[in-house]
Each structure stands twice: as structure tokens, then as C-alpha cells.
């Protein structure tokens, strides 16, 4: 039953070069008399009677969905072939997440790490369009697709030192805690910056589009809320013109912190403007993914907690890194002005070293 | 079981030395020095930065029939609550929600106030300022420019939190104050505390040009004055004495200033040596008559702000004082900031121009 979402984005893989999934049914009534004018995407008829089109106007984008709200599947046809392996490793991985997800939130409570974001209840969605995707697909992610990069192998351990920003952490500690990203797994560094993340997945498609004998895309997750930024827009009509092997995947879970969906947009949701913008759209059942832990095995979520308790634990050790990382990679050679710089905050700790924490860093 | 159990008392055994750890890390970088004088005589509340702001806008609110406030999350109080308390006063149709679009509050605040509305904008952090940089430079700060006088957007105000927390790294600590200093039409306006948040944000509501108001998010609630509860503005575009002294001038604005008081105690005490410091407040335009007096009559200036070096709001104001000054310095202008990096989280003790860096740069100022 959590995996419902897993299966729906297996099913739109396989139907990403199929053509157009959703079609209005309801059309305004047309005088065929007056010819036609031709956008883009539709030949439009000229008609003489004034009609307003609204959201009422065309039939609600329909939610595919393959199993019923008790986990059984519904038309057997639909059913994706996953292996029994594969799928126990996809459910497992969501126990992990959700525990990870548990304690991860307590520490930051009890100031352990300073921030923390929560994946509860999109867990499956994860799951699902990570395993419907093969590794080398290059994820821009926002900051609540954790399970994705469990999914690509990601350890807790590796997900904790980011949070801790400890020396084991790829990006220096210079991020706030799950600002995750490995180029080993194709996972783009998260940024906090809201829907920044759409247009740059569409020049990253586009790009791979154009590499000789290409067998990769990119898949970008975003929120109902971070759809509202302009980015979102000017990323879904670039992906549309220029014809980009990407897949927008909006998880709409109905808040943007505290504003709720029908404050953030009016109409039939982000899916909506899929087809409006000329891209393939499908929308899909991503909820309801916790109705499984009720009987999750109670032996998996102890090891699952376990690896998060001793993930904090080994990461809590390990030193933050060395101060000077600071100025590093701001370019790809240090300019004399930050070598300057470097130098002079050198010789500043040289005489107060006691009012800085230096013992909680590398040294060198 | 057995194991687990030995591992979390394990982990809550070295929690309460991690927690007190924490809390050294994540401290403030700075004493607070609160106002004494007050801006006008009458009744006073104590109240933080935080409520001061909000009590701005309630009277603004309260006073102008044209006044809306909104931003993403406005409608709960916004994300540090300066709004808290003031959709259920005034109603869904003066304080609400937006959608999460930055340039979208910034062209519709411009268009608001285009139209003869007070408009009050919060953007949820100066960090998300970005997408409405085109708003806000071409458009807010051009349009009386453009049209000859006969449209302008002065009633707009565009609030946002900034500066550095603690723990907010790249995206939520950025002092983006030097960006707009760039544009001529724009107003650019920093707070120290309660009573000068109270008063300029009111002078920015009603000012004829376009204002940004950045507040230190720091301050939202480690700062805490005796406000006055009646209306009052202080003046944009000036500058204020917060110390005086004769040895050298130390000038800044927002939570800095409170760095380069503690600075100037310092000198004090171990050093024996008075100093100016001047609380700038006002970024765009800025109060160069008290500064440069300052400097004539001290001969020597340090100025610091977070933001970087290069280019922060610092190179202006040493351009512009070794110009005017010239004749009267003993030493060259000192800036001591942030580096030339973005926000770094876990660096931020090395990152900040704290007080033992200000406390550097003054020694050898003071000794050139």
C-alpha cells in the first residue's frame, strides 16, 4: 500500500514517449463556420459566440493510481513486474526514512543540528520515482526527497555527516543540515533558494539530450508552493519548446510552511498547467504512503533505527573541517584577494586563538 | 533491545555535554546594547525587535485605510511573526497570504502603490530577495524617474529579515544591503533594535520613495527596549552618535553597531582610548555630514558590516571619507567584514567580523 506511488511513476516511465496522456473531454461548442487558426500545440476554431473558459470548463485531470486505498491492486494489468527484492529493498528503505526522519527531527529540537525538514508521508513517492529511474538520471532535487538518495545507495551515515557538517561531509559543512549532493549518484547539490532548481534540470535534460547515443534524463522534484515562483513557469515552458528529456515532478502535499494550497493557486492544481504549457502530464496518487507502517516489521525499524542512532553517533566524533575550507572553492583558483584574506585571518587566530572554538575543527 | 537501550543511554549520556556545546556554537557573536533615550516623551512598553515591528504596522493598519501587508506565510504572522495577531485585527482582505513568489509580492506591491495603496511587502528571508532584484531596481526604484514625476512608488515597503543567526548558512543569513545601495531611487534602511526599528519602519511606510527595510533576524527577539507606544518616525537618511570619544570613528549599521559598542569598551578598558560610533541606519541614501564630522574631528575610521568585502557598503563610505577627510586622517580607512565567500554555516565563528577582529583592526588603526 505505501508503495502506491512507487508503482504509478514505474507506469509513467514506460509511457514517457506515449502520447499525449490527457485530453479535455468537454469542449467549448464550436460554429464551423469561421475556420481555423493554428498555435503551436492546437488548431483553433474561430466560433461567434463569446464563452468564457474557467476550470469548470474541462473535466478534472483524473488520479492514476494503481492500488485501492487497502493496498490491493486494482486492475491486475496495471501492475508493474518489480522483483520481490527490489520492492522489500524500496520498503525497507522507506522504514529507514521515516526513522532517520524521527530522530533526525528530535536532535534538531534538542539543538543537536541546527535545522532539520521531515519527509513524513512522501516517502513512497520517493521510492517510486527513484526505482522507476535508472541511477545515472541526474536528480535536482529541492529538500524533502530523501528517500531518492537512499534509493541511489546514499548511506544514513553519509546523510547525518552533511546534517552535522562535520569534516565527512562532501559539501565542507559550508550548507545547513539536508542540503544534501553527491556527483557519485548523480544527485545535484540541493540549494535553499525555492524552484531555482526547475530551469537548470531543464538545461541539465537538454544537455544530456544532446550528448551522442544519450540514455539518460533528469527528473527535478518541487513543491505545490515552489511552483508559484517564476522559475517554475519559465522551466516548464523551456522543457516544453525545447523538448527536453525531463520529468517535473510536483509533490503537492497541500502546504507551503503555513499557506495552504487553495492561498498558493486556484484551478486544477500544478498538473493543470502541464498540458496548458505543452508538456506530457500525468497526475498520480502519491499519498496515504503511511498507511503501511502500522505493520511494518517491527525487527526493521529497530535495525533502521539503530543505523541512525550509530550514524549521530560516529558523526557527533569527527571534527568540523578546517577553518580555511571557509575560503575554498569560492573559485576554482583562490584570487589574491582571498589569499589576502586567508593570511590575515591566519595571523589574526595566531593571536586570539582563545576566542574562537578552533579545537572543534581540523587543524590540518 | 538490550543494545538499543545501551546505545540511547548512551547517546542522551553525552547529550547534555553536546547540548551545552551546541549552545556555544550556536550563541550570539554579540552583546546587545539597548536604547536609553527615547524618541518621545509618554507612556513606554517593553518590547523586542520583533513587536516593535508589529506594533509599526498595527498603527499603520490602523491609521491608513489604504494599508495592506502581505508576503508568503503573512497571514499566520509570517515566518518570525512580526505580523502575528494582525489578520484576525485587520481582516484577510489588508494582511494576507501570497503565493511563493517573491518578484510577484514586489510587482504587486509596486502596482499597489501605483495605484494609491500603502503597501507593506515582507519577503521571508533577504536571502529570497533575488527574483524581485528586477522589480525592485528597475522598476520600483525608476518609476517617478521615468514618468517625469507623475507616477511613483513611494508607499511601497519592502520588508525582509537579514543577516547572520547563528546557524543559517548560505541562504538565510546574506546582508544583501550593498546590492540596492546600487540603485538611485531606492531607500535602504537597517535597524539596531526596538525603538529604531519602530521608527524608521513608520518613517518608510510614509516616505515618498520606494523603501527597503532589511532587519537583522537576530534581533527579532534577543533585543529588547522600552518602546514608546505612540506614533513616531525617526529620520531617513541620518545617522546616529550612539558614543562619543576622540580617538577614531567606528561606523555601522544593524547588529554590527552593537559589535563595535562592545569594541569601543574594550578600547576603553584596556587601551584607555574614547571612540565615536555611529550607527548609520540608513544605507541609501546615507548621512555623510555626521560621519565625515566624526572623522574630521577623530581622525581615524573603522567601518564593518557582515556582508563581504569586496564592494559591501563599506568601499562607499571609505571612498567618499577619504575624500572628504583627507587632510584629516592619521591613518588609511579600516573595514573589517565578512569575507569574500558565500555565508558558510559551520564557519560562521570564523566568518563574522566579531568583536576580537574589529578589536584588531582598531589597535593597529589606532597605532599606524
Known amino acids: 500500500m505505501a508503495l502506491r506511488a512507487g508503482f504509478t511513476f514505474v507506469k509513467l516511465n514506460s509511457l514517457r514517449q506515449a502520447s499525449r496522456l490527457l485530453s479535455t473531454h468537454t469542449r467549448p461548442d464550436v460554429c464551423q463556420n469561421g475556420g481555423i487558426s493554428e498555435f503551436p500545440g492546437a488548431k483553433a476554431p474561430y466560433v461567434n459566440e463569446i464563452k468564457f473558459l474557467n476550470e469548470n470548463s474541462y473535466d478534472p485531470i483524473p488520479i492514476y493510481r494503481v492500488m485501492d486505498s487497502n493496498g490491493r491492486v486494482i486492475d491486475s494489468r496495471e501492475e508493474p513486474n518489480i522483483d520481490k527484492e527490489i520492492l522489500i529493498n524500496m520498503y525497507k528503505n522507506m522504514i529507514q526514512l521515516n526513522q532517520m526522519?524521527?530522530?533526525l527531527y528530535e536532535s534538531q529540537r534538542q539543538g543537536?543540528?541546527?535545522?532539520?525538514?521531515?519527509?513524513?508521508?512522501e516517502e513512497g513517492i520517493h521510492m517510486g520515482s527513484a526505482a522507476a529511474l535508472s541511477p545515472r538520471d541526474l536528480v535536482f532535487a529541492q529538500y524533502r526527497e530523501v528517500g531518492v538518495l537512499l534509493h541511489r545507495g546514499i548511506t544514513v551515515s553519509e546523510l547525518v555527516n552533511q546534517c552535522y557538517g562535520n569534516c565527512e561531509d562532501p559539501g565542507k559543512g559550508r550548507q545547513m543540515p539536508v542540503h544534501y549532493g553527491s556527483k557519485q549518484h548523480n544527485i545535484v547539490t540541493i540549494s535553499s533558494p525555492l524552484a531555482t532548481q526547475l530551469p537548470q534540470a531543464v538545461g541539465a535534460a537538454y544537455a544530456l539530450k544532446r550528448m551522442p547515443n544519450n540514455d539518460r534524463c533528469v527528473i527535478c522534484y518541487f513543491g505545490e508552493g515552489a511552483a508559484s515562483e517564476g522559475d517554475a513557469h519559465a522551466a516548464f515552458n523551456f522543457a516544453a519548446t525545447l523538448d527536453c528529456p525531463i520529468i517535473l515532478m510536483c509533490r503537492n502535499n497541500g502546504y507551503a510552511i503555513s499557506t495552504p494550497s487553495c492561498e498558493q493557486y486556484k484551478g486544477d492544481g500544478i498538473a493543470a498547467r502541464g498540458p496548458a504549457f505543452g508538456l506530457q502530464t500525468i497526475r498520480v496518487d502519491g499519498t496515504d504512503t503511511l498507511g503501511g507502517y502500522p505493520e511494518a516489521d517491527t525487527q526493521s525499524v529497530k535495525e533502521s533505527r539503530d543505523t541512525v542512532v550509530r550514524a549521530m553517533q560516529d558523526a557527533e566524533k569527527k571534527k568540523l573541517p578546517h577553518w580555511k575550507e571557509?575560503?575554498?572553492?569560492?573559485?576554482?583558483?583562490?584570487?589574491?584577494?582571498?589569499?589576502?584574506?586567508?593570511?590575515q585571518m591566519e595571523k589574526h587566530l595566531e593571536k586570539y586563538s582563545e576566542h574562537y572554538p578552533l579545537n572543534k575543527y581540523l587543524n590540518e | 533491545m538490550a543494545s538499543l537501550l545501551t546505545q540511547k543511554s548512551l547517546v542522551i549520556g553525552k547529550l547534555t555535554k553536546y547540548v551545552n556545546d551546541c549552545a556555544k556554537r550556536l550563541s550570539s557573536h554579540f552583546i546587545y546594547y539597548p536604547d536609553n533615550e527615547k524618541p518621545i516623551s509618554g507612556e513606554t512598553t517593553k518590547m523586542n525587535m520583533m513587536q516593535a515591528i508589529n506594533n509599526a504596522m498595527d498603527i499603520t493598519l490602523r491609521d491608513d485605510p489604504t494599508a495592506v501587508l502581505f508576503g508568503e506565510d503573512v497571514g499566520f504572522g509570517g515566518v518570525f511573526r512580526c505580523a502575528l495577531g494582525l489578520q484576525d485585527k485587520y481582516g484577510k482582505d489588508?494582511?494576507?497570504?501570497?503565493?511563493?513568489?517573491?518578484q510577484g509580492i514586489a510587482g504587486f506591491g509596486i502596482g499597489l502603490a501605483t495605484a494609491g495603496a500603502t503597501a507593506i511587502a515582507e519577503i521571508q528571508f533577504a536571502d529570497y530577495i533575488f527574483p524581485a532584484f528586477d522589480q525592485l531596481v528597475n522598476e520600483a526604484a525608476k518609476a517617478r524617474y521615468r514618468s517625469g514625476g507623475q507616477f511613483d512608488c513611494g508607499a511601497l515597503t519592502v520588508r525582509a529579515p537579514c543577516g547572520a543567526v547563528g546557524h543559517g548558512g548560505l541562504y538565510h543569513s546574506q546582508s544583501p544591503e550593498a546590492y540596492f545601495?546600487?540603485?538611485?531611487?531606492?531607500r535602504v534602511v537597517v535597524p539596531r533594535g526596538p525603538i529604531a526599528a519602530k521608527g524608521l519602519l513608520l518613517a518608510c511606510i510614509r516616505e515618498r520613495d520606494p523603501c527597503i527595510f532589511l532587519e537583522p533576524k537576530i534581533l527579532y527577539r534577543s533585543a529588547t527596549e522600552e518602546v514608546p507606544v505612540d506614533d513616531y518616525t525617526l529620520p531617513l537618511g541620518k545617522a546616529q552618535v550612539l558614543r562619543e570619544?576622540?580617538?577614531?570613528?567606528?561606523?555601522?549599521?544593524?547588529?554590527?553597531?552593537?559589535?563595535l559598542l562592545e569594541v569601543a569598551q574594550l578600547a576603553e578598558d584596556q587601551l584607555g582610548v574614547t571612540v565615536d560610533v555611529i550607527d548609520l541606519q540608513s544605507i541609501l541614501p546615507w548621512d555623510e555630514e555626521t560621519v565625515c564630522n566624526s572623522?574630521?574631528?577623530?581622525?581615524?575610521?573603522?567601518?564593518?558590516?557582515e556582508a563581504p568585502l569586496t564592494c559591501g557598503f563599506g568601499a562607499e563610505l571609505a571612498a567618499t571619507v577619504q575624500e572628504e577627510c583627507f587632510l584629516h586622517l592619521e591613518a588609511p580607512v579600516c573595514r573589517v567584514s565578512g569575507w569574500d565567500t558565500p555565508f558558510p554555516h559551520v564557519f560562521e565563528p570564523f566568518y563574522l567580523p566579531d568583536r576580537w577582529r574589529c578589536y584588531e583592526q582598531l589597535v593597529k588603526l589606532l597605532n599606524y
Request: aromatic share 10%; proline share 6%.
Open chain 2, 94 to 102: 489588508r494582511v494576507f497570504n501570497t503565493p511563493l513568489c517573491e
Open chain 2, 295 to 305: 572623522v574630521k574631528k577623530t581622525g581615524r575610521c573603522l567601518i564593518s558590516h
Open chain 2, 245 to 259: 570619544g576622540t580617538s577614531a570613528t567606528l561606523v555601522s549599521w544593524g547588529t554590527q553597531v552593537h559589535v
Open chain 1, 101 to 103: 526522519d524521527k530522530i
Open chain 1, 112 to 121: 543537536r543540528i541546527s535545522f532539520y525538514m521531515t519527509n513524513y508521508g
Open chain 2, 181 to 186: 545601495a546600487h540603485t538611485p531611487g531606492l
Open chain 1, 326 to 343: 571557509m575560503l575554498e572553492d569560492v573559485y576554482y583558483d583562490m584570487p589574491p584577494q582571498l589569499q589576502k584574506q586567508m593570511k
